[in-house]
Protein backbone atom coordinates (compact mmCIF):
# COMPACT_ATOMS: atom_id res chain seq x y z
CA UNK A 1 0.00 0.00 0.00
CA UNK A 2 2.91 2.37 0.97
CA UNK A 3 4.46 1.36 -2.74
CA UNK A 4 1.39 2.40 -3.86
CA UNK A 5 0.59 5.51 -2.71
CA UNK A 6 4.40 6.57 -3.40
CA UNK A 7 3.91 5.45 -6.64
CA UNK A 8 0.33 7.52 -6.90
CA UNK A 9 1.97 10.66 -5.82
CA UNK A 10 4.68 10.20 -8.15
CA UNK A 11 2.95 9.63 -11.19
CA UNK A 12 0.21 12.55 -10.07
CA UNK A 13 2.26 14.86 -12.05
CA UNK A 14 2.06 12.87 -15.37
CA UNK A 15 -1.19 12.94 -17.22
CA UNK A 16 -1.75 9.12 -17.46
CA UNK A 17 -1.78 7.50 -13.84
CA UNK A 18 -0.90 3.08 -13.51
CA UNK A 19 -2.60 2.59 -10.27
CA UNK A 20 -2.18 -0.45 -7.96
CA UNK A 21 -4.61 -1.07 -5.69
CA UNK A 22 -4.21 -0.57 -2.12
CA UNK A 23 -4.30 -3.62 0.24
CA UNK A 24 -4.54 -1.32 3.69
CA UNK A 25 -6.26 2.16 4.25
CA UNK A 26 -3.54 4.05 5.97
CA UNK A 27 -5.00 7.86 7.09
CA UNK A 28 -1.34 9.24 6.83
CA UNK A 29 -1.66 8.40 3.15
CA UNK A 30 -4.92 10.30 2.90
CA UNK A 31 -5.40 14.01 3.13
CA UNK A 32 -7.36 15.79 5.43
CA UNK A 33 -10.87 15.67 4.85
CA UNK A 34 -12.94 18.70 2.77
CA UNK A 35 -16.27 17.37 2.15
CA UNK A 36 -18.26 14.50 2.86
CA UNK A 37 -16.77 11.56 1.79
CA UNK A 38 -18.63 9.21 -0.77
CA UNK A 39 -19.71 5.57 0.96
CA UNK A 40 -17.63 3.01 -1.00
CA UNK A 41 -20.38 0.12 -0.17
CA UNK A 42 -22.54 2.24 -2.67
CA UNK A 43 -19.31 2.42 -5.31
CA UNK A 44 -17.54 -0.94 -5.35
CA UNK A 45 -18.42 -4.04 -6.67
CA UNK A 46 -19.15 -6.87 -4.23
CA UNK A 47 -17.99 -9.75 -6.93
CA UNK A 48 -14.96 -7.95 -8.63
CA UNK A 49 -14.18 -6.13 -5.21
CA UNK A 50 -12.27 -3.63 -7.81
CA UNK A 51 -11.20 -0.10 -6.62
CA UNK A 52 -13.83 2.56 -7.66
CA UNK A 53 -12.13 6.12 -8.62
CA UNK A 54 -14.75 9.42 -7.62
CA UNK A 55 -14.69 12.85 -8.35
CA UNK A 56 -14.74 15.91 -5.91
CA UNK A 57 -17.84 17.66 -5.06
CA UNK A 58 -15.97 21.07 -5.56
CA UNK A 59 -12.74 20.73 -6.67
CA UNK A 60 -11.66 19.72 -9.67
CA UNK A 61 -7.76 18.61 -8.51
CA UNK A 62 -9.24 16.03 -5.93
CA UNK A 63 -10.61 12.80 -5.93
CA UNK A 64 -11.87 9.77 -3.74
CA UNK A 65 -10.44 6.48 -3.79
CA UNK A 66 -12.37 3.75 -2.78
CA UNK A 67 -11.51 0.03 -2.23
CA UNK A 68 -13.31 -2.91 -0.93
CA UNK A 69 -13.55 -2.84 2.65
CA UNK A 70 -12.17 0.55 3.47
CA UNK A 71 -13.10 4.21 3.98
CA UNK A 72 -12.87 6.47 1.12
CA UNK A 73 -9.14 7.97 0.85
CA UNK A 74 -8.69 11.83 -0.53
CA UNK A 75 -6.01 12.04 -2.74
CA UNK A 76 -5.30 15.40 -4.99
CA UNK A 77 -3.45 15.63 -8.54
CA UNK A 78 0.06 17.23 -8.97
CA UNK A 79 0.83 20.96 -9.59
CA UNK A 80 0.33 22.20 -13.33
CA UNK A 81 1.87 25.60 -12.04
CA UNK A 82 1.84 27.99 -9.66
CA UNK A 83 -0.99 28.16 -9.44
CA UNK A 84 -2.96 25.37 -10.19
CA UNK A 85 -2.69 21.57 -9.89
CA UNK A 86 -3.89 18.99 -12.77
CA UNK A 87 -7.78 17.80 -13.13
CA UNK A 88 -8.66 14.23 -12.27
CA UNK A 89 -10.60 12.58 -14.80
CA UNK A 90 -13.05 10.90 -13.46
CA UNK A 91 -14.19 8.93 -16.71
CA UNK A 92 -11.07 6.32 -16.70
CA UNK A 93 -11.22 4.13 -14.22
CA UNK A 94 -9.03 0.78 -13.04
CA UNK A 95 -7.05 -0.67 -13.73
CA UNK A 96 -6.11 2.49 -16.16
CA UNK A 97 -6.65 5.14 -14.17
CA UNK A 98 -6.74 6.94 -11.94
CA UNK A 99 -6.04 9.72 -14.48
CA UNK A 100 -5.29 13.47 -14.13
CA UNK A 101 -5.02 15.90 -17.19
CA UNK A 102 -4.59 19.53 -18.06
CA UNK A 103 -7.88 21.64 -16.87
CA UNK A 104 -8.36 22.24 -20.34
CA UNK A 105 -9.49 18.87 -21.20
CA UNK A 106 -11.33 18.13 -18.62
CA UNK A 107 -15.04 19.45 -18.30
CA UNK A 108 -15.01 20.42 -14.93
CA UNK A 109 -15.54 23.73 -12.71
CA UNK A 110 -14.34 24.37 -9.36
CA UNK A 111 -17.16 24.98 -6.94
CA UNK A 112 -17.57 26.73 -3.82
CA UNK A 113 -16.62 25.24 0.10
CA UNK A 114 -19.26 22.43 1.74
CA UNK A 115 -22.41 23.65 3.22
CA UNK A 116 -21.27 20.56 5.40
CA UNK A 117 -19.52 17.21 6.29
CA UNK A 118 -21.62 15.33 8.51
CA UNK A 119 -25.41 15.57 8.92
CA UNK A 120 -24.59 17.04 12.38
CA UNK A 121 -23.27 20.40 10.81
CA UNK A 122 -27.03 20.65 9.40
CA UNK A 123 -30.36 21.42 10.99
CA UNK A 124 -32.51 18.65 12.67
CA UNK A 125 -34.32 18.62 9.97
CA UNK A 126 -31.95 18.32 7.21
CA UNK A 127 -29.05 16.06 6.58
CA UNK A 128 -25.79 16.57 4.53
CA UNK A 129 -26.06 15.21 0.72
CA UNK A 130 -23.15 13.71 -1.22
CA UNK A 131 -22.56 17.24 -2.28
CA UNK A 132 -22.00 18.63 0.56
CA UNK A 133 -25.03 20.60 1.21
CA UNK A 134 -27.80 20.48 3.57
CA UNK A 135 -30.86 19.04 2.32
CA UNK A 136 -34.81 18.41 3.71
CA UNK A 137 -35.58 15.12 5.04
CA UNK A 138 -34.74 12.29 7.47
CA UNK A 139 -31.36 11.22 8.63
CA UNK A 140 -32.13 7.86 10.01
CA UNK A 141 -35.08 5.71 11.50
CA UNK A 142 -34.53 7.58 15.17
CA UNK A 143 -35.22 10.35 13.46
CA UNK A 144 -38.99 9.57 11.94
CA UNK A 145 -40.96 10.16 15.49
CA UNK A 146 -42.34 7.56 16.71
CA UNK A 147 -41.88 4.51 14.68
CA UNK A 148 -41.17 5.53 11.03
CA UNK A 149 -38.90 4.39 8.70
CA UNK A 150 -36.48 6.89 7.10
CA UNK A 151 -36.12 5.68 3.00
CA UNK A 152 -34.17 7.69 0.91
CA UNK A 153 -34.03 10.28 3.45
CA UNK A 154 -37.98 9.83 3.36
CA UNK A 155 -40.05 8.91 6.81
CA UNK A 156 -42.79 6.32 5.92
CA UNK A 157 -45.84 6.02 8.79
CA UNK A 158 -46.84 2.63 9.82
CA UNK A 159 -50.10 1.06 10.87
CA UNK A 160 -49.17 1.27 14.39
CA UNK A 161 -46.08 1.56 16.60
CA UNK A 162 -47.49 -0.30 19.96
CA UNK A 163 -49.85 -1.92 20.87
CA UNK A 164 -51.56 1.18 22.14
CA UNK A 165 -52.02 2.71 18.72
CA UNK A 166 -54.17 -0.61 18.28
CA UNK A 167 -58.03 -1.46 18.87
CA UNK A 168 -59.43 -4.06 22.20
CA UNK A 169 -58.05 -7.71 21.71
CA UNK A 170 -55.78 -6.22 18.82
CA UNK A 171 -51.74 -6.21 19.10
CA UNK A 172 -49.11 -4.48 17.13
CA UNK A 173 -47.58 -7.03 15.02
CA UNK A 174 -43.83 -7.19 13.91
CA UNK A 175 -44.89 -5.37 10.27
CA UNK A 176 -46.63 -2.81 12.34
CA UNK A 177 -49.93 -3.64 11.23
CA UNK A 178 -53.05 -4.34 14.06
CA UNK A 179 -53.90 -7.75 14.12
CA UNK A 180 -56.37 -9.84 16.58
CA UNK A 181 -55.21 -11.35 19.36
CA UNK A 182 -54.12 -10.86 23.12
CA UNK A 183 -51.40 -8.48 24.05
CA UNK A 184 -50.31 -9.95 28.22
CA UNK A 185 -51.63 -12.35 30.34
CA UNK A 186 -54.53 -9.90 32.13
CA UNK A 187 -56.51 -9.86 28.66
CA UNK A 188 -57.11 -13.87 29.23
CA UNK A 189 -59.46 -15.40 31.93
CA UNK A 190 -58.78 -17.02 34.51
CA UNK A 191 -55.49 -17.81 35.10
CA UNK A 192 -55.06 -18.51 31.07
CA UNK A 193 -51.55 -17.08 30.10
CA UNK A 194 -51.06 -14.91 26.74
CA UNK A 195 -48.61 -17.04 24.06
CA UNK A 196 -47.74 -15.68 20.97
CA UNK A 197 -50.72 -13.07 21.12
CA UNK A 198 -52.97 -16.48 21.55
CA UNK A 199 -54.64 -17.17 25.07
CA UNK A 200 -53.55 -20.45 26.47
CA UNK A 201 -55.27 -22.51 29.10
CA UNK A 202 -52.52 -23.60 31.96
CA UNK A 203 -51.52 -26.85 33.05
CA UNK A 204 -52.76 -25.74 36.76
CA UNK A 205 -53.67 -22.48 38.48
CA UNK A 206 -52.91 -23.51 42.10
CA UNK A 207 -51.52 -26.62 43.88
CA UNK A 208 -54.90 -27.99 43.78
CA UNK A 209 -54.96 -28.72 40.53
CA UNK A 210 -51.72 -30.93 40.79
CA UNK A 211 -52.60 -34.18 41.80
CA UNK A 212 -49.42 -36.72 40.27
CA UNK A 213 -47.83 -36.33 44.02
CA UNK A 214 -48.78 -35.24 47.37
CA UNK A 215 -46.34 -33.01 47.31
CA UNK A 216 -47.26 -31.34 43.77
CA UNK A 217 -47.12 -27.18 43.36
CA UNK A 218 -48.36 -25.21 40.82
CA UNK A 219 -45.84 -22.85 39.34
CA UNK A 220 -47.14 -19.39 39.21
CA UNK A 221 -44.87 -18.37 36.67
CA UNK A 222 -45.87 -20.55 33.98
CA UNK A 223 -48.97 -22.60 35.46
CA UNK A 224 -47.14 -25.96 35.23
CA UNK A 225 -47.11 -28.70 37.66
CA UNK A 226 -44.30 -29.75 39.14
CA UNK A 227 -44.20 -33.45 39.93
CA UNK A 228 -41.18 -34.33 42.22
CA UNK A 229 -39.86 -37.60 42.19
CA UNK A 230 -40.68 -37.63 45.94
CA UNK A 231 -42.37 -36.19 48.85
CA UNK A 232 -41.09 -38.45 51.83
CA UNK A 233 -38.36 -41.47 52.09
CA UNK A 234 -41.54 -43.76 51.77
CA UNK A 235 -41.39 -43.12 47.98
CA UNK A 236 -37.81 -43.96 47.64
CA UNK A 237 -36.66 -47.31 47.22
CA UNK A 238 -34.50 -49.18 49.93
CA UNK A 239 -30.74 -47.48 50.55
CA UNK A 240 -32.50 -44.25 49.06
CA UNK A 241 -33.73 -40.87 50.66
CA UNK A 242 -36.00 -38.15 49.70
CA UNK A 243 -33.65 -34.93 49.42
CA UNK A 244 -34.38 -31.11 49.72
CA UNK A 245 -34.85 -31.52 46.43
CA UNK A 246 -37.44 -34.22 46.49
CA UNK A 247 -35.29 -36.32 44.50
CA UNK A 248 -34.51 -40.25 45.70
CA UNK A 249 -30.71 -40.08 46.04
CA UNK A 250 -28.54 -42.86 47.99
CA UNK A 251 -28.40 -42.69 51.26
CA UNK A 252 -30.11 -43.39 54.68
CA UNK A 253 -33.16 -42.55 56.60
CA UNK A 254 -32.40 -44.30 59.81
CA UNK A 255 -29.62 -45.85 62.12
CA UNK A 256 -31.19 -49.59 61.31
CA UNK A 257 -29.87 -48.56 57.69
CA UNK A 258 -26.10 -48.85 58.76
CA UNK A 259 -23.96 -51.72 59.56
CA UNK A 260 -22.96 -51.97 62.93
CA UNK A 261 -23.15 -48.98 65.24
CA UNK A 262 -22.53 -46.67 62.16
CA UNK A 263 -25.05 -43.90 62.33
CA UNK A 264 -27.21 -42.16 59.96
CA UNK A 265 -26.07 -38.10 59.94
CA UNK A 266 -27.46 -35.91 56.90
CA UNK A 267 -29.00 -39.20 55.44
CA UNK A 268 -25.11 -40.20 55.31
CA UNK A 269 -24.21 -43.55 57.46
CA UNK A 270 -21.24 -41.92 59.28
CA UNK A 271 -18.77 -44.56 61.34
CA UNK A 272 -18.59 -43.62 64.91
CA UNK A 273 -15.44 -43.26 66.61
CA UNK A 274 -16.33 -46.27 68.37
CA UNK A 275 -18.54 -49.10 68.96
CA UNK A 276 -17.14 -50.77 72.13
CA UNK A 277 -14.62 -49.47 75.28
CA UNK A 278 -12.17 -51.36 73.66
CA UNK A 279 -11.99 -49.10 70.21
CA UNK A 280 -11.02 -46.43 72.74
CA UNK A 281 -7.22 -46.20 73.14
CA UNK A 282 -6.16 -42.29 73.85
CA UNK A 283 -6.24 -43.58 77.28
CA UNK A 284 -5.81 -47.10 79.14
CA UNK A 285 -9.45 -45.81 80.88
CA UNK A 286 -11.15 -44.45 77.96
CA UNK A 287 -14.44 -46.00 77.34
CA UNK A 288 -17.40 -45.90 74.28
CA UNK A 289 -20.50 -44.07 74.44
CA UNK A 290 -23.35 -46.22 73.71
CA UNK A 291 -25.53 -43.39 73.01
CA UNK A 292 -23.22 -41.08 71.27
CA UNK A 293 -20.53 -43.73 70.17
CA UNK A 294 -18.03 -41.46 70.89
CA UNK A 295 -14.77 -42.07 72.94
CA UNK A 296 -14.40 -40.73 76.63
CA UNK A 297 -11.28 -39.61 77.44
CA UNK A 298 -10.69 -38.62 81.24
CA UNK A 299 -8.06 -36.61 82.03
CA UNK A 300 -6.90 -39.40 83.75
CA UNK A 301 -6.76 -42.65 84.93
CA UNK A 302 -4.36 -42.64 87.50
CA UNK A 303 -2.45 -40.86 89.35
CA UNK A 304 0.80 -41.54 87.25
CA UNK A 305 -1.54 -39.00 84.29
CA UNK A 306 -1.32 -35.99 86.69
CA UNK A 307 0.98 -33.64 87.95
CA UNK A 308 2.74 -34.74 91.35
CA UNK A 309 0.78 -32.24 93.18
CA UNK A 310 -2.75 -33.76 91.80
CA UNK A 311 -4.16 -36.86 91.99
CA UNK A 312 -6.60 -38.53 90.16
CA UNK A 313 -10.47 -38.74 90.92
CA UNK A 314 -13.12 -41.10 90.57
CA UNK A 315 -14.37 -39.13 87.25
CA UNK A 316 -11.19 -39.14 86.40
CA UNK A 317 -10.07 -35.82 86.37
CA UNK A 318 -6.63 -34.31 87.98
CA UNK A 319 -7.03 -32.52 90.98
CA UNK A 320 -5.11 -30.88 93.16
CA UNK A 321 -4.56 -32.94 96.24
CA UNK A 322 -3.55 -36.42 96.90
CA UNK A 323 -5.47 -39.99 97.36
CA UNK A 324 -2.56 -41.86 99.03
CA UNK A 325 0.03 -41.29 101.77
CA UNK A 326 2.84 -42.19 98.78
CA UNK A 327 1.36 -38.52 97.21
CA UNK A 328 2.47 -36.90 99.96
CA UNK A 329 6.33 -35.93 100.26
CA UNK A 330 6.78 -32.81 101.87
CA UNK A 331 7.64 -34.34 105.51
CA UNK A 332 8.96 -38.33 105.42
CA UNK A 333 5.63 -38.68 107.38
CA UNK A 334 3.01 -36.60 105.66
CA UNK A 335 0.20 -38.32 105.41
CA UNK A 336 -3.07 -37.78 102.77
CA UNK A 337 -6.73 -37.20 104.49
CA UNK A 338 -8.77 -39.36 102.65
CA UNK A 339 -11.70 -37.38 102.94
CA UNK A 340 -10.33 -33.86 102.22
CA UNK A 341 -8.15 -35.25 99.72
CA UNK A 342 -5.30 -33.18 101.27
CA UNK A 343 -1.95 -33.66 102.17
CA UNK A 344 -1.08 -32.73 106.28
CA UNK A 345 2.19 -32.12 107.12
CA UNK A 346 3.18 -32.61 110.11
CA UNK A 347 5.25 -30.43 112.27
CA UNK A 348 7.90 -32.99 112.63
CA UNK A 349 8.40 -36.75 111.96
CA UNK A 350 11.15 -37.46 114.17
CA UNK A 351 13.09 -35.15 117.13
CA UNK A 352 15.75 -34.18 114.93
CA UNK A 353 12.90 -31.80 112.92
CA UNK A 354 12.84 -29.90 116.07
CA UNK A 355 14.26 -27.11 117.60
CA UNK A 356 17.56 -28.35 120.13
CA UNK A 357 15.23 -27.82 123.23
CA UNK A 358 12.09 -29.45 121.84
CA UNK A 359 11.46 -33.22 121.31
CA UNK A 360 8.92 -34.43 118.42
CA UNK A 361 5.75 -36.12 119.98
CA UNK A 362 3.79 -39.48 119.32
CA UNK A 363 0.82 -36.52 117.54
CA UNK A 364 3.72 -35.01 115.61
CA UNK A 365 4.31 -31.91 116.79
CA UNK A 366 7.73 -30.28 118.29
CA UNK A 367 7.26 -29.51 121.99
CA UNK A 368 9.66 -28.63 124.73
CA UNK A 369 11.28 -31.36 126.25
CA UNK A 370 14.85 -33.12 126.11
CA UNK A 371 15.39 -36.24 123.67
CA UNK A 372 18.03 -37.30 125.70
CA UNK A 373 20.65 -37.76 128.55
CA UNK A 374 22.94 -35.57 126.46
CA UNK A 375 20.12 -32.84 126.31
CA UNK A 376 20.37 -32.92 130.09
CA UNK A 377 22.88 -30.97 132.53
CA UNK A 378 25.49 -33.18 134.30
CA UNK A 379 24.50 -36.63 134.63
CA UNK A 380 20.62 -35.75 134.85
CA UNK A 381 18.43 -38.63 132.56
CA UNK A 382 15.73 -37.99 130.23
CA UNK A 383 12.92 -39.61 131.55
CA UNK A 384 9.66 -39.01 129.22
CA UNK A 385 11.31 -36.15 128.08
CA UNK A 386 11.49 -34.41 131.25
CA UNK A 387 15.41 -34.16 132.82
CA UNK A 388 15.56 -35.68 136.00
CA UNK A 389 18.34 -35.09 138.25
CA UNK A 390 19.67 -38.70 140.04
CA UNK A 391 20.85 -39.26 143.45
CA UNK A 392 24.46 -39.05 142.27
CA UNK A 393 26.76 -38.48 139.11
CA UNK A 394 30.61 -38.87 140.26
CA UNK A 395 31.17 -40.32 143.98
CA UNK A 396 31.95 -37.46 145.74
CA UNK A 397 28.07 -36.68 145.67
CA UNK A 398 27.42 -39.45 147.43
CA UNK A 399 27.60 -38.29 151.02
CA UNK A 400 27.14 -41.06 153.54
CA UNK A 401 30.02 -43.25 154.40
CA UNK A 402 28.26 -46.27 154.19
CA UNK A 403 27.30 -45.66 150.30
CA UNK A 404 30.58 -44.16 149.14
CA UNK A 405 30.24 -45.36 145.68
CA UNK A 406 28.24 -43.60 142.78
CA UNK A 407 26.85 -46.48 140.79
CA UNK A 408 26.19 -46.77 137.07
CA UNK A 409 22.75 -46.40 137.99
CA UNK A 410 23.49 -42.80 139.64
CA UNK A 411 22.29 -44.36 142.87
CA UNK A 412 25.06 -44.44 145.92
CA UNK A 413 26.06 -47.94 146.29
CA UNK A 414 28.36 -49.52 149.33
CA UNK A 415 31.57 -50.49 148.03
CA UNK A 416 35.24 -49.28 146.65
CA UNK A 417 37.13 -48.64 144.03
CA UNK A 418 40.52 -48.89 144.99
CA UNK A 419 41.96 -50.15 148.10
CA UNK A 420 42.51 -46.86 149.57
CA UNK A 421 38.39 -46.95 150.54
CA UNK A 422 38.36 -49.67 152.40
CA UNK A 423 38.90 -49.55 156.10
CA UNK A 424 42.42 -50.45 157.60
CA UNK A 425 43.85 -50.44 154.08
CA UNK A 426 46.80 -48.98 155.57
CA UNK A 427 47.36 -51.27 158.81
CA UNK A 428 49.09 -54.56 159.97
CA UNK A 429 46.58 -57.51 159.81
CA UNK A 430 45.48 -59.49 162.64
CA UNK A 431 45.97 -62.92 162.35
CA UNK A 432 42.41 -63.02 161.54
CA UNK A 433 42.30 -60.08 159.16
CA UNK A 434 39.32 -57.99 160.98
CA UNK A 435 40.81 -54.83 161.41
CA UNK A 436 42.35 -55.06 157.41
CA UNK A 437 40.37 -54.97 153.56
CA UNK A 438 41.08 -55.15 150.69
CA UNK A 439 39.30 -53.63 147.16
CA UNK A 440 38.58 -56.34 144.89
CA UNK A 441 37.33 -54.09 142.18
CA UNK A 442 39.07 -53.96 138.90
CA UNK A 443 39.04 -51.65 135.86
CA UNK A 444 37.64 -48.94 138.47
CA UNK A 445 34.73 -50.85 138.82
CA UNK A 446 32.28 -51.11 142.11
CA UNK A 447 33.95 -53.97 144.25
CA UNK A 448 33.81 -54.50 147.88
CA UNK A 449 36.15 -54.47 150.64
CA UNK A 450 37.31 -58.11 152.15
CA UNK A 451 39.48 -58.88 154.80
CA UNK A 452 43.03 -59.46 154.03
CA UNK A 453 46.26 -57.81 153.23
CA UNK A 454 46.93 -55.28 150.21
CA UNK A 455 50.89 -55.97 150.15
CA UNK A 456 53.43 -56.88 152.32
CA UNK A 457 53.47 -53.78 154.10
CA UNK A 458 50.07 -55.28 155.35
CA UNK A 459 52.20 -58.19 157.25
CA UNK A 460 53.87 -58.21 160.14
CA UNK A 461 57.77 -59.18 160.38
CA UNK A 462 58.91 -60.81 158.05
CA UNK A 463 55.61 -62.39 156.64
CA UNK A 464 54.85 -61.25 152.81
CA UNK A 465 51.22 -60.79 151.59
CA UNK A 466 50.44 -63.18 148.65
CA UNK A 467 48.51 -63.17 145.86
CA UNK A 468 45.38 -64.45 147.75
CA UNK A 469 45.59 -61.34 150.54
CA UNK A 470 47.23 -63.66 153.39
CA UNK A 471 49.93 -62.99 155.08
CA UNK A 472 52.58 -65.56 154.95
CA UNK A 473 56.07 -66.60 155.75
CA UNK A 474 57.60 -66.94 151.87
CA UNK A 475 60.58 -69.47 152.70
CA UNK A 476 58.06 -72.18 154.25
CA UNK A 477 55.17 -71.97 152.33
CA UNK A 478 54.40 -73.16 148.65
CA UNK A 479 53.86 -70.58 146.00
CA UNK A 480 53.26 -70.88 142.23
CA UNK A 481 56.09 -70.20 140.77
CA UNK A 482 56.01 -70.36 137.10
CA UNK A 483 53.62 -70.42 134.00
CA UNK A 484 54.73 -72.12 130.99
CA UNK A 485 52.99 -71.79 127.45
CA UNK A 486 54.46 -74.11 124.54
CA UNK A 487 52.83 -72.83 121.21
CA UNK A 488 52.26 -75.54 118.68
CA UNK A 489 50.91 -73.16 115.74
CA UNK A 490 49.58 -68.94 115.85
CA UNK A 491 48.10 -68.86 112.22
CA UNK A 492 48.06 -65.14 111.89
CA UNK A 493 48.91 -63.96 114.90
CA UNK A 494 50.40 -60.71 115.86
CA UNK A 495 54.13 -61.79 115.35
CA UNK A 496 55.43 -58.37 117.09
CA UNK A 497 57.57 -58.24 120.38
CA UNK A 498 54.55 -56.32 121.82
CA UNK A 499 51.58 -59.16 121.54
CA UNK A 500 48.21 -59.27 123.14
CA UNK A 501 48.92 -62.10 124.83
CA UNK A 502 46.64 -64.59 126.79
CA UNK A 503 44.84 -64.59 130.73
CA UNK A 504 44.36 -67.31 133.00
CA UNK A 505 41.92 -67.92 135.68
CA UNK A 506 43.70 -70.49 138.29
CA UNK A 507 41.37 -72.06 140.98
CA UNK A 508 43.64 -74.12 143.51
CA UNK A 509 43.17 -76.37 146.47
CA UNK A 510 41.11 -76.14 148.95
CA UNK A 511 41.73 -73.93 151.99
CA UNK A 512 38.99 -72.94 155.39
CA UNK A 513 37.88 -69.71 153.62
CA UNK A 514 37.11 -71.23 150.58
CA UNK A 515 38.68 -72.55 147.22
CA UNK A 516 42.19 -70.52 146.51
CA UNK A 517 42.33 -68.60 142.64
CA UNK A 518 44.38 -66.26 140.90
CA UNK A 519 44.63 -64.24 137.92
CA UNK A 520 47.17 -62.84 135.67
CA UNK A 521 47.28 -59.98 133.00
CA UNK A 522 47.13 -60.35 129.66
CA UNK A 523 50.96 -62.62 129.47
CA UNK A 524 53.75 -60.74 127.39
CA UNK A 525 57.06 -60.35 127.24
CA UNK A 526 57.43 -57.22 125.57
CA UNK A 527 61.13 -57.69 124.23
CA UNK A 528 60.69 -61.16 122.66
CA UNK A 529 57.83 -62.61 120.75
CA UNK A 530 55.85 -65.11 122.99
CA UNK A 531 53.39 -67.09 120.83
CA UNK A 532 55.00 -68.36 117.90
CA UNK A 533 55.25 -71.82 116.52
CA UNK A 534 57.99 -73.92 118.56
CA UNK A 535 57.97 -71.34 121.07
CA UNK A 536 57.73 -71.86 124.95
CA UNK A 537 56.81 -68.95 127.21
CA UNK A 538 57.73 -69.00 130.45
CA UNK A 539 56.20 -66.59 133.36
CA UNK A 540 57.80 -66.22 136.71
CA UNK A 541 59.80 -64.09 139.60
CA UNK A 542 59.76 -60.70 140.41
CA UNK A 543 60.80 -59.43 136.23
CA UNK A 544 56.83 -60.93 135.52
CA UNK A 545 55.37 -59.52 138.24
CA UNK A 546 53.38 -56.66 137.14
CA UNK A 547 51.61 -59.33 134.02
CA UNK A 548 51.14 -62.38 136.94
CA UNK A 549 49.04 -60.58 138.26
CA UNK A 550 47.40 -62.59 141.82
CA UNK A 551 49.13 -64.91 140.34
CA UNK A 552 52.73 -63.68 141.66
CA UNK A 553 53.62 -66.32 144.53
CA UNK A 554 49.58 -67.52 144.70
CA UNK A 555 49.93 -69.85 147.23
CA UNK A 556 47.37 -72.34 145.55
CA UNK A 557 47.93 -75.14 148.26
CA UNK A 558 50.66 -77.08 145.79
CA UNK A 559 47.37 -77.34 143.26
CA UNK A 560 45.73 -76.53 140.35
CA UNK A 561 42.02 -78.09 140.15
CA UNK A 562 40.85 -75.65 137.43
CA UNK A 563 40.05 -72.53 135.65
CA UNK A 564 39.95 -71.34 131.86
CA UNK A 565 42.13 -69.35 129.60
CA UNK A 566 41.26 -66.27 127.66
CA UNK A 567 43.21 -65.74 123.99
CA UNK A 568 42.61 -61.33 123.90
CA UNK A 569 44.62 -60.59 120.59
CA UNK A 570 42.27 -59.42 117.90
CA UNK A 571 43.77 -61.79 115.30
CA UNK A 572 45.17 -65.27 114.92
CA UNK A 573 44.08 -68.61 115.51
CA UNK A 574 46.18 -69.97 118.60
CA UNK A 575 47.04 -73.50 119.67
CA UNK A 576 49.38 -75.00 122.90
CA UNK A 577 51.71 -78.18 122.10
CA UNK A 578 49.65 -81.35 123.69
CA UNK A 579 46.73 -78.63 124.06
CA UNK A 580 47.93 -78.13 128.16
CA UNK A 581 49.34 -75.37 129.88
CA UNK A 582 51.76 -76.26 132.87
CA UNK A 583 52.34 -74.83 136.41
CA UNK A 584 55.32 -75.13 138.92
CA UNK A 585 55.97 -74.60 142.01
CA UNK A 586 58.33 -72.79 144.30
CA UNK A 587 59.08 -76.12 146.33
CA UNK A 588 61.25 -78.46 143.94
CA UNK A 589 59.96 -81.22 145.06
CA UNK A 590 56.45 -80.63 144.72
CA UNK A 591 55.16 -82.64 141.36
CA UNK A 592 53.74 -79.94 138.66
CA UNK A 593 50.45 -79.46 137.54
CA UNK A 594 49.19 -79.75 134.00
CA UNK A 595 45.69 -78.73 132.41
CA UNK A 596 44.03 -79.65 129.32
CA UNK A 597 42.38 -77.42 127.22
CA UNK A 598 38.71 -77.84 126.43
CA UNK A 599 39.20 -75.90 123.23
CA UNK A 600 42.06 -77.18 121.17
CA UNK A 601 42.63 -73.38 119.32
CA UNK A 602 41.54 -70.11 120.30
CA UNK A 603 40.57 -67.62 117.58
CA UNK A 604 39.14 -64.26 117.55
CA UNK A 605 35.32 -65.74 117.81
CA UNK A 606 36.17 -68.56 120.09
CA UNK A 607 38.46 -67.22 122.67
CA UNK A 608 38.37 -68.89 126.17
CA UNK A 609 38.32 -72.68 126.69
CA UNK A 610 38.14 -74.20 130.01
CA UNK A 611 41.12 -75.74 132.31
CA UNK A 612 40.17 -79.49 132.66
CA UNK A 613 41.39 -82.90 133.91
CA UNK A 614 44.24 -80.75 135.82
CA UNK A 615 46.65 -83.44 137.63
CA UNK A 616 50.05 -83.65 139.15
CA UNK A 617 52.77 -84.22 136.17
CA UNK A 618 55.14 -86.00 137.83
CA UNK A 619 57.04 -87.72 135.01
CA UNK A 620 55.61 -85.66 132.27
CA UNK A 621 52.85 -88.06 131.67
CA UNK A 622 49.65 -85.82 131.20
CA UNK A 623 48.47 -86.34 127.79
CA UNK A 624 45.44 -84.04 126.23
Not at 164 to 181: H, L, R, T, V, W
Not at 231 to 245: G, L, V
Not at 473 to 479: R, Y
Amino acid sequence: MQDFRRMLLRFLTLIVLIWVPRTLADPGDCLEMDSKPPKCADYVDAVTKEPVFIVHAFNCSRFWVCEPDQAACLFECAKASEDGALYFDVRIQYPEGPVCDWPAVIDCEMGDEPECLKDEDCLETEYCADDSKCKVGCRDDSTCVPCGECKSHVCTTPECCSDADCEDNEYCSAEQICEFGCNQDDDCVDCATCDNHKCTEPECCEDNDCTAMTCSTCTLNSFECMNPECCTDADCKENFFCSASQICEPGCTDDSDCKDCAICESNQCTEPECCANEDCTAMTCSTCNLDSFECINPDCCSDADCLDTEYCSDAGTCLPGCNENSDCTTMSCSSCDLNAMQCIDPDCCYDEDCASTEYCTDALICEDGCKTNADCGGCATCEDHVCTDPECCVDADCMDPEKPICAEDNLCVAGCRNDEMCPGFDVICTPMYDNCNWCDSENNEVGQCNPGCIDDDNCAGSLECNGVHECIQADGVTVLKQIVLNTESCNGCQGTAVEDGPILEIIGGQIVSGVTECKTNALDHEDMIDFAPGNEAVFEGETDKDVLGSCYKASLISEVTGGKIIWTASVGEWSLANNRVDFYWSDENACPYSCCLSEPVLSVTSNTADLVNCSRNCGNSVQC
